[in-house]
């Protein structure tokens, strides 16, 4: 027998043990809660997975949970070599580390014994510009890459996320049958994932879910505000409130929680935990990036942006509590008596009219990107895949889903026939809750700014014409007429100065 048989024979071996059954479907590098909790989700829906962590702690507590957990295929690895070599071709490996330099590394770890036609996946909150620079980096190496969305928390994460992939379209159908069992899924809808898109798309939808939740939080940390400041509310009654909103339009995740909240009481001291828990309020950056994208575009998107200030205040404790001193907070007498029912009644309208605003201006800030990016994003499919697994789930947005159907080239959600209609029916609700918050001293800048959205967005003539004229006056900025096409520049200094003489 030839040496060259034999060599020949040997190397068939290794290719036929690389594709062997012992491999594994699918990689995940990262296991923190939420990487621990995708790799037991996708072992428990048939794939068996190899998993990684550079503190290798984590991965034996990983497989020590998979097997607590009803002895999953969740297979640990100590080092990057031979997790990679331990996952059938093409190599699939979804990263869930913390974004920006860890990506990096991560890549630049793995990557060393990755091969041509292999695909990464960035499961983490990255910035859409960093996906579509690895992307094409990854691309030079012959690797394939995605920026993959996950939302949903650790529950989420172990249960049923909502999954929003973008990049390359081939590296998604590697994954496309592991993501449609693994995501959540909705009766009637189908499983909460789909291909975002081109690029960075998938992250920067994430990034927007993300500020449409911070100003979902924001309006409805207002409506506890004004039940429990103006119309004295307890826990209970708060609870009790917020369970029954979550049997109507209001059902979602966030009032579910909220209800949940207000019941608890506190294990280490008298009373209920949530009047505990310091006015402080934490935060990643992706409600940032959103307001700052807004900006970019030129999108109002004033609701998202009170939820990022009333962050930006709460941080300030020890200032705001020496400012309460100084002017007296909680003197503020109304001569208003306040029928608590009715207020009830009335914050549960203004909340709703506010979230339409909220989920409206996010809607506008995605098709605008879409618009300048190519990317082709379908507004309605975005609503599908959110009505599941994800922190903003909610009832609401099958509402979102049938308007965009309606019509895709919606302009915006508040002029959708069936969302006009339930915000006029609501308008004097909306109106009497900020009005009597303001009278009250009860800041409601979200509710505030998306009924001031909803106001400067229903006139026909703003006072802007007012405005322009003074760029005009001190910057010779010109103007358009509304009688005349073209372009006006006037003297107006001069003209003043001649009346005044």
Not at 318 to 330: L, W
Not at 490 to 496: D, G, Q, S, Y
Request: glycine share 10%; charged share 25%.
């Amino acid at each position: 027998m030839s040496l060259a048989f034999l060599l020949s024979e040997a190397s068939n071996g290794e290719r036929m043990a690389e594709q062997s059954p012992k491999l594994n479907r699918i990689g995940l590098a990262g296991l923190a809660v939420m990487g621990q909790n995708l790799a037991l989700n996708i072992a428990e829906k048939g794939f068996p997975i190899s998993v990684y962590n550079r503190t290798t702690s984590k991965v034996d507590e990983t497989t020590e949970r998979a097997k607590l957990e009803g002895n999953l295929p969740v297979f640990g690895f100590h080092d990057p070599e031979s997790f990679v070599k331990s996952i059938q071709k093409p190599r699939v490996i979804i990263m869930l580390v913390k974004a920006g330099a860890p990506v990096d590394q991560t890549i630049k770890t793995l990557s060393a014994y990755m091969e041509k036609g292999d695909c990464i996946i960035d499961g983490g909150n990255e910035w859409y510009e960093n996906t579509e620079r690895r992307e094409k980096a990854m691309a030079e190496l012959g690797l394939l890459y995605l920026g993959m969305g996950v939302s949903g928390g650790e529950e989420g994460a172990r249960n049923g996320p909502s999954m929003m992939p973008g990049g390359s379209i081939e590296a998604y159908k590697y994954i496309e049958d592991i993501v449609l069992k693994v995501a959540a899924q909705v009766p009637d809808s189908g499983p909460c994932v789909t291909y975002i898109g081109k690029g960075g798309s998938g992250n920067f939808v994430k990034m927007v879910h993300n500020g449409i939740e911070y100003g979902d939080m924001q309006l409805i940390s207002e409506a506890y505000d004004v039940l429990k400041s103006v119309g004295k509310l307890s826990n209970e009654e708060l609870k009790n409130v917020f369970t029954e909103w979550n049997k109507g339009e209001l059902q979602s995740f966030l009032i579910e929680i909220t209800a949940d909240i207000f019941g608890i009481k506190d294990d280490k001291a008298d009373g209920y935990l949530v009047d505990k828990v310091l006015d402080k309020t934490g935060m990643k950056g992706t409600g940032k990036w959103t307001v700052q994208q807004a900006a970019e575009l030129s999108i109002a998107a004033p609701t998202i942006e009170a939820s990022l200030d009333s962050r930006f205040m709460s941080g300030l404790k020890e200032e705001r509590t020496e400012a309460a001193k100084v002017f007296n907070f909680g003197e503020i007498i109304s001569p208003e008596k306040v029928d608590k029912e009715k207020l009830i009644h009335d914050v549960r309208q203004a909340l709703y009219a506010s979230k339409i605003c909220s989920y409206a201006q996010g809607m506008n800030l995605i098709r605008a990107k879409s618009i300048e990016m190519g990317w082709g994003l379908k507004l309605g499919e975005l609503a599908r895949i959110w009505k599941g697994g994800c922190i903003i789930r909610a009832i609401f947005l099958d509402r979102i889903k049938k308007a965009y159907d309606r019509n895709a080239d919606l302009a915006n959600l508040l002029v959708d026939p069936e969302f006009a209609k339930e915000i006029m029916e609501r308008q004097s609700a909306w109106r009497r809750v900020v009005t009597l918050s303001i009278s009250h001293g009860i800041s409601t800048p979200g509710m505030s700014a998306s009924l001031a959205y909803f106001d400067t967005y229903r006139r026909a003539r703003l006072p802007a014409n007012l405005v322009q004229a003074q760029r005009d006056y001190f910057g010779a900025h010109t103007y358009e007429r509304t009688d005349i096409p073209g372009a006006f520049h006037t003297e107006w200094f001069k003209l003043a100065r001649k009346i005044d003489n």
